[in-house]
């Protein structure tokens, strides 16, 4: 009996479902903003697919992208998204050059210890009441995106969604780790230019605002910290309930709750949050509401329902798609990535990667990682989450920087506008010379 070879067409959902992510908030904003809408894509998509597959005798390939996929990385989001949204900085300090980076510098940092989304949502609103009194304060926003929102996220596998579903493959916790020379040249560089940049317009401000500045400033005061307990307990989670640390979590007749050890106490972790957190903190003082997690579980059920087609044939198909080289796996994840969302487009190339020759694994790397040559897997790593803030769409906290600085009535540049001032010419030339360096 001939093997089944998945078809090219079956990709087609999974093409939609990214693009209809892409558009929908540009072409349908109000139709796109309701998460039953989103739902209901995810529906039209991945039913059929989810069908299909079963006709196909793949019904084991979709439960276990669902359950060993979809799950585990719902469930890290949605405690992470609880219990940072648990901790409120709030004051209103000198808004000097050195202390916009700082301000910068530590959301780059705590990116990779609390996700990029947790780092950002904590550090924007303080970073934008710093920085109120001032004309000029565009460009910390937008650097505030590419450092914070993206490319701190990049030391663990709880800084950025891609990193997670790697870590899902068999990428070890620490593993991620070793990509900190690039992590730390990519930040040291935007920081700087940062600073120039901000000492530039520093200068230019009104003198009657700066003194503004200086006599309405407020000591920063830190409230919720309870959670940051609760999210060491996370990283713990991660770090130790896994196959690697404890084998029977891999056994294939393990009970439920052995295979789901590190998601039960992500959820306990996260309900300690909920109990110990002031509901004052949480829902008055950070504006805390349920809608972007969901907004996050209605469209991924959709893309990882119809990625599972598209893992399939990437893999099988892996040697005919002439993609060879590990400079063109980083600008090909980092392409998809910066107008798809990231977290599949990385699943994706991975998955293509398992499916190259011997040879050319070979010739990439003799180390092997999660299933691929080591050296590839940090191409993949790195594009997905630089690339990410190419534009506003490429990762997810973006968009809600974006549309919190134009609550404080700051004039953000259009879709188009912020590649052509900003992400085209100032991260893009960094990002080349990480591939030149380091890949």
């Given amino acids: 009996m001939e093997q089944f070879m998945m078809p090219a067409w079956a990709m087609i959902p999974f093409g939609i479902m990214l693009l209809a992510i892409a558009i929908g908030p540009i072409i ?5 903003e309701s998460n039953l809408n989103k739902l209901i894509v995810s529906a039209v998509l991945g039913v059929p697919v989810a069908i299909y597959m079963i006709c196909m005798g793949l019904g084991h390939s979709l439960v276990d992208t669902i359950f060993f996929d979809y799950v585990p990385f719902i469930i890290l989001l949605l405690a992470l998204f609880v219990i940072t949204g648990g901790i409120h900085l709030s004051g209103d300090i000198k808004a000097k050059p050195i202390v916009n980076t700082l301000f910068l510098a530590i959301g780059f940092f705590l990116a990779s210890l609390m996700g990029t989304t947790g780092a950002a949502m904590l550090l ?3 970073v934008l009441a710093t920085n109120q009194q001032r004309k000029y304060k565009m460009h910390t926003v937008l650097f505030f995106i590419a450092l914070v929102a993206n490319c701190g996220g990049l030391m663990t596998p709880l800084g950025d969604p891609p990193l997670f579903m790697l870590f899902l493959r068999g990428a070890e916790f620490t593993w991620f780790a070793s990509m900190w020379a690039p992590w730390l040249f990519t930040g040291a560089i935007l920081l700087l230019l940062y600073f120039l940049a901000d000492t530039y317009y520093y200068k230019k401000e009104d003198w009657t605002a700066l003194s503004a500045d200086s006599r309405e400033a407020q000591p920063l005061k830190l409230t919720g910290n309870i959670n940051f307990l609760w999210l060491i307990g996370i990283v713990a989670s991660v770090a130790f309930f896994n196959a690697g640390t404890i084998p029977a979590m891999g056994e294939e007749d393990a009970p439920l709750y052995i295979k789901y050890l590190r998601e039960i106490a992500m959820l306990i972790f996260m309900g300690l949050s909920l109990l110990t957190t002031p509901r004052k903190v949480r829902y008055d003082d950070n504006k805390y509401t349920w809608a972007p ?3 996050v579980a209605a469209l991924f059920i ?19 798609l002439g ?16 107008f798809l969302d990231n977290t599949p487009t990385a699943v994706a190339f991975h998955s293509m990667a398992t ?65 052509i001032k900003f992400s085209l010419i100032v991260l893009l030339p960094v990002y080349i010379i990480v591939q030149l360096i380091f890949l």
């Fill in 323 to 338: 993609l060879t080289h590990i400079w063109q796996y980083y600008y090909s994840t980092g392409l998809l990535s910066s």
């Fill in 28 to 32: 349908a904003p109000e139709k796109w």
């Fill in 355 to 419: 499916g190259l020759s011997p040879e050319i694994m070979a010739s990439m790397d003799t180390n092997i990682v999660a299933g691929i040559p080591e050296l590839l897997l940090k191409a993949i790593c790195i594009g997905a989450v630089f690339f990410g803030s190419m534009t506003y769409i490429g990762n997810g906290p973006n968009f809600m920087v974006k549309a919190i600085a134009e609550e404080n009535k700051i004039e953000m540049p259009s879709f188009f506008g912020y590649m």
């Fill in 124 to 126: 924007i609103r303080p």
């Fill in 302 to 320: 959709g893309i990882f329902t119809t990625m599972a087609p598209a893992l399939i044939f990437l893999k099988e198909n892996a040697a005919s």
């Fill in 293 to 295: 997690i969901l907004e």
